[in-house]
């Protein structure tokens, strides 16, 4: 079967994902009679001594099966893949499959599923959108520094405007603000009304360009009208936090240093002076001033064999900004990022005081494939493009080298740039611009899986072997195989792993082969609302499975979720990271909506320009536990999937008190914790 785009994030759930935890089959008697899913095909593992092809060149045993079958391709272990002429219901291929499995001559027999993106997606009516006509230039745009004392580390700008002359019929639903540091234009934020401060996606002490667009609305159809002429600005704001060097400690006559800060991090002002302050349990704090040009400062008086954590306060005239405990990244849109350092985040910085990944840690990404980035093009390594179905590529062929996303736009959607958004989340560069990846100095392997109508199953267990450098009949061996894999794709209605039945199944023989070498392969729940044990290809044993949380630490209101197995056991998710949650975003940063930001894309079909975009679904917390994991591999390379789970398990974040996570139990262990999680993979034997 296939997987097929779709609205929310259709994620992958995964029956029990890891240490301990019950094989995925045990879980889906409930289940197994939906047949809402359609499958494209089948694959089938021959008895040892029997050829795959009849004497007619047809597949062997297809007169068992009933129906005319299209020779495939090996897909490793035996397991060899065969196509229906169309796509059929889950009810009518399984009965086909059912028949060709009686057939002597033939081991074990699995659907070849279609699969779904795991993020949100909303469908246009093409006709709707001929029928409205943009509203005409925003007029009277202007722009002023819009600091506030309430808010002293945001750099804004206060923007007013008057509505355009003619709406052309249709209804003002909103303003689209952009701005442009000379890099071009980037969407800054929405409005609904003609005033508006933005705070977000600005950098203190960099000129920027303003312009405004009214988006009109006539039934269903929206679009964007004229952009307004351009207005310049340069906003100020207090220095961001200063970054230490290294260690932010004192012993002796050592001191530690720091960063000097150029002027969008100095607030666009100039710096006038800098306070280290030094302290120890039971000792006097001692402080040491430091002029505009220091990046260290000498403490005297310090008690000798005694080591001080040193803080270090930056001013300028809007005020003073402290350093943060951990790791503080310099890049633009951290402040954002609410799921690294938010009372139920991960826990990232303090994780990289102890490291931020290693380019020797290849994270293998099977999703859309890739676009151009500057938050990712040092992190990319050659993957490979495992979609067979040309029809769905949108690239003119089937599998080949190239692993770039060409877009998966479909009769009127847009492209969705699913696996950028991915990427980033696990490990965009930390490089003072954008975003950071949860481990920003490891490497991206993307390896495409989905396309237009999504990905079929057979697709994606090529493409896994692949990632672990396991050989795939037809396509050259992976030089850098992959320490961890993840699969942000699931199905969007009750999808068994294995038919009823089957004691064997390609799925989880390639999962299983994947464990052997000691990568750790993660998956995303699902975005329905349904039993993660539903969603193929994560209730395939070894996998684990991640559910979302919103900011709250609450599940989100549209992530799958653990039920009880025969034995008692809550199985399905196996442990949750923030997905975001747009319906509750609680005290997430307005501008977020709640949502989680990573890398993305402006083209609307093919590949347009480098962005950042907000995104919601397990589509999201899957790679970022996938990040974490990452972590996990640079402090301890040879950790096994035992291990990486118990370390997960153990160290996670408890939900809060009263959610339904936490009084239902169908979130998995908790919420996963990196500042915990590292040092405990690094305290290993």
């Keep these: 079967m296939k997987f097929s785009r779709g609205l929310i994030a259709a994620s992958l759930t995964i029956g029990l994902g890891a240490f301990g935890v019950t094989p995925a089959w045990a879980a889906i008697d409930p289940i197994s009679a939906d047949t809402s899913f359609n499958a494209v095909g089948l694959i089938v593992k021959y008895q040892d001594g029997v050829g795959a092809l009849a004497a007619n060149g047809q597949p062997t045993a297809e007169n068992a099966a009933g129906i005319d079958l299209s020779p495939g391709r090996d897909i490793g272990e035996g397991w060899r893949t065969v196509s229906f002429d169309n796509d059929l219901t889950a009810g009518k291929a399984t009965v086909v499959a059912q028949k060709l499995a009686a057939d002597p001559r033939v081991e074990a027999v699995e659907l070849d599923r279609r699969i779904l993106p795991a993020s949100l997606g909303v469908k246009v009516s093409a006709a709707a959108m001929a029928a409205l006509k943009p509203a005409t230039v925003v007029r009277s745009v202007k722009a002023t520094d819009g600091w506030s004392k309430t808010n002293p580390a945001a750099a804004a700008v206060k923007l007013t405007w008057t509505a355009p002359a003619n709406l052309n019929g249709a209804k003002v639903t909103g303003y689209r603000i ?10 800054l934020t929405t409005s609904l009304k003609t005033t508006v401060i933005a705070n977000t996606n600005l950098k203190a002490g960099v000129k920027y360009g303003f312009r405004v667009a009214a988006i009109t609305k006539l039934a269903a159809a929206q679009k964007i009208g004229a952009f307004s002429t351009s207005v310049f600005l340069t906003p100020t704001s207090i220095p961001q936090a200063p970054v230490f060097n290294g260690p932010n400690t004192a012993f002796g006559s050592t001191s530690p240093s720091w960063a000097s800060q150029n002027q969008a991090q100095s607030g666009g002002l100039p710096i006038l002076g800098y306070t280290a302050t030094a302290t120890a349990t039971g000792q006097p704090s001692v402080v040491c001033n430091a002029p505009a040009n220091a990046t260290t400062c000498a403490f005297t008086g310090l008690t000798p064999n005694v080591t001080y954590s040193v803080s270090l306060s930056v001013r300028n005239a809007r005020g003073a900004a ?18 690294l350092t938010s009372p139920f985040g991960i826990n990232a910085t303090n994780a990289w005081s102890k490291t931020m990944g290693s380019k020797s840690v290849v994270v293998a990404v099977i999703d859309s494939g890739i676009t151009a980035h500057p938050d990712l093009d040092n992190q990319v390594i050659p993957g490979y493009d495992f979609v067979s179905d040309v029809a769905s590529s949108n690239d003119g062929d089937g599998w080949d080298a190239n692993n770039a996303d060409p877009g998966d736009f479909i009769a009127g959607e847009a492209s969705s740039w699913h696996g950028t958004h991915v990427a980033g989340l696990v490990g965009a560069q930390s490089n003072s611009i954008g975003v950071t990846g949860v481990a920003p100095n490891v490497k991206i392997q993307p390896i495409r899986a989905l396309g237009s109508d999504g990905g079929k199953s057979s697709d994606l267990i090529a493409a896994l072997r692949w990632a672990a450098g396991i050989h795939v009949a037809g396509v050259p061996d992976n030089a ?23 004691q064997v199944g390609a799925t989880e023989e390639a ?23 539903a969603s193929y290809p994560g209730n395939c044993y070894p996998t684990i499975n991640v559910g979302a949380t919103a900011y709250s630490g609450e599940r989100a209101s549209y992530s799958n979720y653990s039920i009880l197995d ?10 949750s990271a923030p997905g975001g949650d747009s319906k509750f975003p609680g005290d997430a940063p307005a501008s977020t909506g709640g949502k989680i930001i990573s890398t993305l894309n402006t083209g609307k079909t093919v590949p347009g320009l480098p962005d950042y975009a907000l995104e919601e ?10 990040g974490v994991v990452a972590l996990l591999h640079t402090v301890k390379p040879k950790i096994t999937f035992e291990q990486v ?19 239902q139990n169908i979130c998995g262990s908790g919420i996963v914790n990196a500042g915990a999680a590292v040092p405990a993979a690094a305290a290993l034997p």
Excluded at 182 to 187: D, I, L, M, T
Excluded at 511 to 533: D, H, Q, R
Aim: net charge negative; aromatic share 8%.
């Design 178 to 187: 952009e701005a442009n540091d000379g890099s071009g234009w980037h969407f």
């Design 322 to 339: 402290v350093s943060l405990p951990g790791v503080t990244p310099l890049d633009a849109l951290f402040k954002q990022q609410w799921y």
């Design 480 to 502: 850098t195989p992959a320490q961890v894999v993840n699969m942000s794709m699931g199905t969007d209605s009750s999808t068994p792993c294995r038919l009823p039945g089957q």
């Design 511 to 533: 999962l299983a082969e994947l464990k052997t070498l000691g990568v750790t392969v993660i998956s995303a729940a699902g975005n329905f609302n349904m039993p993660a044990t």
């Design 566 to 575: 025969s034995t008692g056991q809550m199985v399905g998710v196996d442990i």
């Design 617 to 626: 679904g397990t589509s999201m917390a899957a790679p970022i536990v996938a």
């Design 645 to 663: 789970w118990e370390v997960l398990s153990t160290t996670a974040t408890k939900f809060p008190a009263g959610s339904v996570c936490e009084t």
